[in-house]
């Protein structure tokens, strides 16, 4: 009997700040040992201090070996993020949403390899309490299915989308619409996991929210007393990013069969780590 070939990705919701930074490299070393996952992403979107990425975050994250990077409506708040969208060293590995409206540098899907065989990962923004404007998450991803990635034989690609949104109810929707049309739909944003990991009835892999890789003692990886004083009306003062304490550890851990092309794992890893 010959067995299939599984693959193993590993992926991280949104890293908030330097309390992230430093508890994903901390952590990234003892899930490689445990899990052996053959990709690693990871949501940089809040990477800098909540706001973009710069090189120097970048390489910190490429230092310990993470494959690739999805982002969202804050990946370009940091100038000096710009460029990265156009060094050889991310060009090709680094996404911003694929649906913005604004003309932005970079490109909204990247192809890796996966144990020879191509997966694609999009990125996609809701519309739904987002400020930024965006075509809509729907139309984009038809068109990308049925005009961009198109096979050059009868495989079925695999693809990965990272849907950047606010609301559950438009990302449920949206994993609904894709069921069995790609491998999976990771929600990010919110920076708040949820406990619905399922694979819808189609086969495609879905959480609403990975959950974020930053400050536990906070709110959403935000400093907790300003945005208690915001909430209190007691300030306007700017949401600043909580650096300090123990950090939480937010990701997903996809298995699917090569062979079967079908999906055969998905667990939620949830830690604590003081860094
Ligand atoms: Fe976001």
Redesign the pocket.
Known sequence: MISSMKSKILFFG?IVGSIGRRAVCAILPRLREQYSPDVVLA?V??LAHGRGITPKTLIELDDIGVTAYT?????FENPNGLDCFIDVRWKDRLIRPHNLLAHRPGKGIMSIQLNGQKLFVVNL?GQLF?KDAVHSPFNAIDHILTHELLSTDDTKPFILIDF?A?TTSEKEAFGHYVDGRVTGVFG????VPTADLKVLPHGTAYVTDIGRNGAMDSVVGFEKMTALSRFLGKTQKSYDIAEHGVAEINAILLEIDLDCRTVFGLTRIQEKIDV
């Open positions: 949104d949501n979107e809040n982002s969202g409506n804050h990946i923004m987002m950047h606010e990010t944003h919110t920076h």
